[in-house]
């Protein structure tokens, strides 16, 4: 009777030690993508024109490729780890957000901002039709060459679901002409005979990464550095409405929601991830003063981890996604980003802001 009563106790721990082991993958996956970021941070230091967000998916698309995907981005849950690091990153980031610098520094520049942004997100989704390029590449592309680069990209891909060579590409992409636009930028202006101003001015809504913003400035002068990184500043603030807005289009974006039939709340709840909702209250916080001091740790912090899910990004592409995309995003690219050029110019030599 008392053998029935009592069944042995170790067979109680078996669960924990399966589920222990099941997560192991998981964090040798986030090790693997922290290694490749601290790399490419390295890397990053040495060569600012490029950056740690390029180098991170090059490192990680090399990898994949050399030693295969099953190995790699499939054992190693890598795909959860882009996830959950995009979206983390993107919440900090707005951490570091002020929405009353847009009121205080930027006002000057929004109108102009209004008509660039307006003009370099109309071109992708209604040229890229014609090029073959997928709807998704083309927002992706719109929005990392109107507004920050890679860190746009970023925050729109989770709203959009985008595949992960379909960011990796649309990086690369905004990538190549951010190496355009510190060569040829100052060039073009001094050709121009641009006001210190009116290049800052310029360059702050036409150029599209942080660091080639600053990069190509700041070749043109100390004064254009420091009214071209105001500009930017406003214009990366403007990822909040611009991410919402993107995710209350979606089911006009989208075949797979336009045949949903939901009301609008059940629509906002469905495309407006939860992560969005946390990175307007972070930015809500930071503008109210509650981040602090803090800020420019979370500034770093964020861009870390932004880093990291780029690496992971890389982890989970293939080099046939990116030839069997063509030429057609290249070439978007380039449009994209001579709209926004000519069109900034345009409106600054009207106004008289040149």
């Keep these: ?48 024109v490029i950056g740690a967000p390029i180098i991170a998916i090059v490192i990680g698309v090399a990898i994949t490729n050399l030693v295969g995907h099953a190995p790699v981005a499939g054992r190693l849950r890598i795909k959860e780890v882009s996830g959950f690091a995009l979206r983390a990153g993107i919440v900090i980031l707005g951490a570091t957000l002020n929405l009353g610098d847009v009121a205080h520094t930027g006002a000057n520049s929004l109108p102009l901002l209004a008509l660039t942004l307006t003009l370099g997100l109309a071109f992708p989704l209604l040229v890229g039709r014609s090029l073959g390029v997928d709807w998704r590449m083309r927002c992706l592309i719109g929005m990392g060459t109107t507004i920050c680069g890679a860190s746009a990209i970023a925050a729109l891909a989770p709203v959009l679901r985008a595949k992960t060579e379909e960011i990796a590409y649309s990086i690369s992409v905004i990538f190549f002409f951010n190496m355009l636009a510190v060569i040829i930028f100052p060039w073009f202006g001094h050709m121009l005979h641009l006001s210190d101003t009116g290049f800052g001015l310029w360059s702050g809504t036409a150029v599209n990464d942080t660091s080639a913003v600053v990069a190509a400035a700041f070749a043109y002068s100390p004064e254009a550095g420091a009214y071209a990184t ?24 989208d075949p797979e929601h336009r045949a949903e039939k939901t009301n609008l709340l059940g629509r906002i709840g469905k ?28 500034q770093l912090l964020a861009r870390f981890v932004l880093v990291v899910a780029l690496a992971a990004v890389g982890l989970q592409a293939h080099w046939r996604a990116f030839a069997g995309a063509g030429f057609g995003p290249l070439l978007l690219g380039l449009g994209t980003w001579a709209v926004v050029a000519v069109s900034s110019l345009v409106v600054q030599a009207w106004t008289a802001q040149l």
């Design 271 to 298: 495309v407006i991830p939860w992560f969005i909702g946390l990175f307007v209250l972070a930015s809500l916080a930071n503008t109210l003063g509650l981040v602090g001091p803090a800020a420019p740790t979370l």
């Design 230 to 253: 105001i500009v930017k500043l406003t214009r990366t603030t403007l990822i909040i409405p611009l991410v919402l807005g993107f995710g209350l289009l979606m089911p006009w974006l």
């Design 1 to 48: 009777m008392n053998e029935t009563a009592h069944p042995p106790a170790p067979a109680r721990a078996a669960p924990v030690r399966a589920a222990s082991t099941s997560n192991r993958p998981l964090i040798a996956g986030v090790a693997v993508c922290v290694v490749i970021a601290l790399v490419a941070e390295a890397a990053g230091r040495l060569l600012p």
